[in-house]
């Protein structure tokens, strides 16, 4: 029976684009090992997904930052749309499955998603569907293969840039250098996120202090 999953990845960081992935096929036949994207190998999630594309429809949306920084948007819509997106390059009227909800209040989610799709789809978001759908948890690899290849993209543009999460001490040390470099925040970043606010005020607390 052909259901769809779908699922983002890049919601948090501070550098880069936010992908979502749908995919759509019978989920008994998606390959050994499928499983939420953060349980697995970055090599692991490379194999599955090449396997993924090979025998199941794919769709694939991206966010980038100049979106994401748009102050008419939040990132619940920019969530939903991308997942509406993604599942739109491949739905047809009358599919059904489960998207991971990116909402407090799930119903809600799964009938915007829905809406923003041209077929007519059902959806049923789900906190955690990635842990309890196939097909959801190989949308999560696809994504997250997508968002990976897209932050090894800004390492050879701008060297390295860690995983661009906030947490990560190689991200946030690339920001304060670039700031303190340029006076500016990088293109990459998303500039109304607070770890950039702070680096930027690092940097004039420090051209103070040199003053």
Avoid at 55 to 80: C, K, Q, S, W, Y
Avoid at 111 to 120: I, L, N
Avoid at 122 to 134: F, L, P, R, S
Avoid at 153 to 176: I, K, Q, W
Wanted: glycine share 8%; hydrophobic share 40%.
């Amino acid at each position: 029976m052909r259901h769809f999953g779908v699922d983002e990845a890049g919601k948090g960081p501070v550098l880069g684009s936010m992908f979502a992935a749908a995919v759509v096929g019978d989920p008994e036949e998606l390959p050994d090992g499928v499983a939420d994207s953060k349980r697995l190998s970055a090599a692991r999630r490379e194999e599955l997904d090449e396997q993924i594309r090979e025998d199941f429809e794919v769709g694939v949306a991206e966010v980038p930052v100049e979106r994401i920084d748009d102050p008419e948007t939040d990132m619940n819509a920019l969530t939903v749309d991308a997942q509406a997106c993604a599942l739109d390059e491949i739905a047809a009227d009358g599919l059904a499955g489960y998207v991971d909800a990116g909402d407090v209040d799930e119903a809600r989610f799964g009938r915007r998603v829905a809406d923003g799709v041209t077929a007519d789809v059902d959806v049923t978001a789900e906190h955690g569907a990635d842990d309890e759908y196939a097909l959801v948890a190989a949308a999560s690899i696809v994504a997250k293969v997508a968002r990976d290849s897209h932050v090894a993209d800004l390492a050879a543009e701008y060297g390295d840039v860690g995983s661009g999460y906030p947490s990560d001490p190689t991200t946030r040390e690339f920001l304060r250098e670039y700031v303190r470099e340029h006076d500016a925040i990088p293109a990459c970043a998303r500039k109304s996120w607070q770890t950039s606010r702070d680096a930027l005020a690092a940097a004039e607390q420090s051209g103070l202090d040199e003053f």
